[in-house]
């Protein structure tokens, strides 16, 4: 299996703290992306960073990428009690006619008002 | 509305009754996917279709089959399901390289 890890698997953080997550991967990417799960439910897209992309915003998100160490991060600031669910990178393993997307195995994170 | 219809979202069946989860997409979108998430897991892809007609396995295709003869619809077939088979299926579809569309998700239970 190709599976990408993340970590921590779980976080418990109050809320107006940050939350970092990390990402990490085995294959050669296109891009990398971060989406978000809220109890079983679809997966909902957060943010796209292409691999000559080294950091990118969107609003409270952070995301950055070292594709010489295969791993990313993602930085939630000023959390909220909202934004407890679970988060997940996926990247796109593209070569040899192939297009398959790979999934970490998730960050559970608990915002505690 | 722009979305990943999936039906049914539940369904509980017994090991050897063929099965099909539908799925369609309204955005014209080329990419279409299959995923099922366990506990621990993650999502792990199934199959994978890059346009009509076009398939290809994801990382655990085996006792699964899909087909796309048209663009807006993605089927999912269990021919003969099994006890591990169960899980949470999810489609999405998506422009290629762009983000995923998901659907809301089939809890599946096979007895």
């Known amino acids: 299996s190709q599976q990408g890890e993340e970590d921590p698997q779980a976080l418990s953080i109050q809320e107006g703290e940050n939350a970092t997550m990390n990402c990490s991967y085995k294959t050669s990417i296109n891009n990398l992306q971060w989406y978000r799960q809220n109890s079983g439910r679809g997966l909902v897209h957060l943010i796209l960073i292409r691999s000559n992309e080294r950091e990118k915003h969107s609003g409270r998100l952070r995301v950055t990428l070292d594709t010489s160490k295969k791993s990313s991060s993602l930085l939630i600031t000023a959390s909220r009690a909202a934004d407890t669910a679970s988060y997940f990178c996926?990247?796109?393993?593209?070569?040899?006619?192939?297009?398959?997307?790979?999934f970490g195995t998730g960050t559970r994170l608990k915002v505690l008002a | 509305e722009a979305q990943v219809t999936q039906n049914p979202r539940y369904l509980i069946t017994v090991t050897g009754k063929k099965l099909t989860v539908t799925c369609s997409q309204n955005?014209?979108?080329?990419?279409m996917s299959w995923y099922r998430q366990d506990p621990g897991l993650g999502l792990r892809q199934i199959y994978y279709?890059?346009?009509?007609?076009?398939?290809d396995k994801g990382d655990v295709p085996e006792g699964y089959k899909v087909s796309r003869k048209e663009k807006r619809n993605f089927p999912l077939i269990l021919e003969s399901p099994s006890p591990n088979q169960t899980s949470l299926y999810f489609c999405a579809s998506s422009y290629r390289g762009q983000p995923q569309h998901f659907g809301d998700g089939t809890r599946l239970s096979i007895l």
């Open positions: 996926a990247t796109d393993a593209v070569g040899g006619g192939t297009y398959k997307y790979i």
């Open positions: 279709s890059m346009n009509v007609e076009v398939t």
């Open positions: 955005m014209n979108h080329e990419y």
